[in-house]
């Protein structure tokens, strides 16, 4: 509804939510909820049962009352989304029970959405930081933008901030932020933190001579150019630009404090690197105190 109480038409794909009945996956529901409400879309609740097979002595398969499983996902999902409606009820929420592998499940349910959208704990994860983890799964092997939820997260004012690095996947990330910032209603803040090159470690290679006065004014160069471009597209959109002299994981975990919704690429380059899934973007994906777009 706008500002003159005229509801907004549907528009575009939906919102898709990994929803488990865990309270991240609650805090996810309601951030695309609230999402959906401000852009005009709908959302589409998903449910992921495993298959229900039970193993015999004999190594034989069965199925282990499928039937009463199912009614038991869809009671949870009807009562997620009946919380939804009534604090959305602008919001047009589907709900879908699937049956299968957790993630190709996932990902083929946010093929083509809008965003596909979890909580940060959940959907099976006993562990906060693990190789197989479901959201670093996701967020890697996604064909479009994930957005991870924290479990305690709850609606603030702030920034859309972004993370730049002058990679290819950096720019998806700069260009969806802009976009979420235009409809949103929101500004952007763009920071890239930059370091002075240096060894880890025995044999890591380093180089012979730095100048941090030409790496910083080079980093200026990279922000600057990724903002230009975005500023003639959405004129609309307050930016901010932020260089900052730091790690990348503790510099974007430090902006996600007062920021709406943090962004970044799925992968980084160089030495301008900083956002690999794997590396950095593992620590901001489990550390950001605010929800977090991963961008391919």
Sequence with gaps: MDEFGTIRPLVGPPIV??????????AAARWAAGTAERLGRRVRMIHVMPWPVIR??????LLAGREVLERAAERLLEKACRRLRSG?????IEAEVTIGDLVPSLLRAGAGAAMLVLGSRGLG?????TEGSVTTHVATHATGPVVVV???????PGDVVVGVDGSAH?????GFAFRFAEEAGESVRAVLAWHDPQSTGPGDMRFPVTDPDALEEDSA????EAVAGQAVDHPDVKTTEKLVHGIAATVLVDESRDASLLVVGSHGRGRLRGLLLGSVSRAVL????????VVR
């Design 150 to 156: 924290p479990a305690g997260w709850s609606p603030r």
């Design 170 to 174: 950096g720019r998806n990330a700069i």
């Design 286 to 293: 489990h550390h950001a105190a605010c929800p977090i777009a």
């Design 88 to 92: 959305y009820p602008e919001v047009a």
């Design 56 to 61: 015999s002595t004999s190594g034989a398969s």
């Design 221 to 224: 160069a990279v922000l600057g």
């Design 125 to 129: 994860e006993v562990r906060e930081l």
């Design 17 to 26: 939510v990994g929803y488990d009945g865990s309270a991240a996956s609650d």
